[in-house]
């Protein structure tokens, strides 16, 4: 992995520990309190990944992103394939922002680094997510649950609408220029 992915990836697992474990709904273990397994917290993630993607226009390419289980928690994670352009990231991140906001999220975290810009955030029930915009401008959003009833989980159904890369060893930098997200990115 490259150091700007594995420097993402790194900073998405530590944002996983803080939002899974020490949860603001009062289930810090809260093992079936819901009445949600892990699949149907996976499901749940899936949703508001899909909410958020729907949300940006114009549209971006995405591609899954490793799935993660803990003893009681899921993380599925969604990769933009279309290059974010420097000029453009302030767009992209209020965008999102303003559409976690008007969902009712509490923002938990914005961090303004020019390199690696990202916000954090928390649904009202207690689902951590998160944008990261790392090297070449690629986004990454993550969803992490809280704690749930263990079960077995399923890989997501939601068809990537771009090209996949689920066998890739590695998922490769943003590779899909948009007229707009893209502008002025060499």
């Known amino acids: ?32 309190g819901s009445g949600m397994d892990m699949q149907g917290a996976a499901e749940r993630a899936d949703a508001l990944l899909d909410d958020v993607l729907e949300e940006i226009r114009p549209e971006v390419q995405w591609t899954h992103g490793p799935t993660t289980t803990g003893s009681c928690d899921v993380t599925r994670r969604r990769a933009v394939m279309t ?23 509490r923002i938990k975290a914005v961090n303004d680094d020019v390199d690696v810009p990202a916000i954090f955030a928390q649904t009202r029930d207690g689902f951590g997510v998160s944008l990261i915009v790392g090297g070449k401008g690629q986004a990454f959003f993550e969803v992490d649950s809280p704690c749930v009833r263990e079960s077995g989980v399923a890989e997501p159904l939601a068809k990537p609408n771009g090209p996949s890369y689920a066998d890739a060893a590695v998922i490769p930098r943003p590779n899909i220029h948009s007229d707009f997200w893209s502008a002025g990115a060499s």
Not at 92 to 100: P, Q, T
């Open 1 to 32: 992995m490259t150091g700007g992915i594995a420097r993402v990836f790194m900073v998405l697992a530590s944002c996983a520990l803080i939002s899974s474990c020490v949860g603001d709904v009062g289930q810090l273990n809260g093992r079936g």
């Open 83 to 105: 290059i974010i352009s420097a000029e453009r990231r302030g767009s992209f991140l209020g965008l999102v922002d303003r559409f976690w906001r008007k969902s009712d999220y």
